[in-house]
């Protein structure tokens, strides 16, 4: 998720279950690896939204796969422009509460 992207001084921002979410994948494929994502969170200054702030909000949003209605409802909390994702059932949203849904590629081209 970025805020104020695609402008100068754009903020990183992540929750904190899609932080759990990475951290697990990553020791299970790379368990000598597992220091990696967390270094990088913190060196790249990722905001992170935790969970008490944008609880309410999940079952609140519209989404054909449910367990991703909690990235909508962190990156409205977090008052996030953009989620860039490659997850399909996101993406066909295009939009969710103003908040635009696009690719990395597509990220990219905007800065």
């Known amino acids: 998720m970025l805020k104020g992207a695609p402008y100068p001084g ?3 921002v992540t929750s904190d279950e899609v932080l759990t979410e990475a951290f697990r994948v990553l020791a ?3 368990p000598a690896r597992g220091q990696v994502l ?3 969170v913190r060196s ?3 905001e992170v939204i935790q969970h008490g702030g944008y609880a309410a ?3 609140r949003q519209e989404c054909r796969d449910a367990e991703d209605r909690h990235v909508l409802a962190a ?3 977090g008052k996030c422009s953009f989620i860039v994702t490659g997850d399909k059932d996101l993406l066909s949203l295009k939009k969710s509460a103003g908040i635009r849904i696009v690719t990395t590629s597509a990220c990219l081209r905007m800065l």
């Open 44 to 46: 790249a200054g990722f």
């Open 57 to 59: 909000l999940v079952p």
């Open 28 to 30: 299970a494929k790379f």
């Open 10 to 12: 754009a903020v990183l």
């Open 75 to 77: 990156a409205k909390a």
């Open 38 to 40: 967390g270094d990088f």
